[in-house]
């Protein structure tokens, strides 16, 4: 058994650190706008396992606790505002 099989099985939890959501593309539809959470590249090892053999996840996305100091900044170019 390899060291990832190991830890999907004893604990089934990956934390993947702190990411930034982007907007991948404005063509997915009028208004409907398509957002992308990148995986770290140091774990490829597991995802291929993962996607060679079609397994599930769930995915939870947790906030920072102030959330004041990201509400004052907006993006340029806000979702469905052309």
């Known amino acids: 058994m390899g060291v990832y099989e190991l830890i999907l099985k004893k604990g089934g939890i990956i934390d993947v650190g702190e990411r930034k959501i982007v907007r991948a593309t404005r063509d997915y539809g009028p208004g409907k706008p398509r957002f992308v959470i990148n995986l770290p590249t140091t774990r490829n090892d597991v995802w291929q396992y993962l996607w060679e053999r079609n397994i599930p996840v769930k995915v939870f996305i947790e906030l920072p ?7 004052s900044q907006e993006r340029s170019s806000k979702v469905g505002e052309k």
């Open 65 to 71: 606790e102030d959330l004041s100091k990201y509400e």
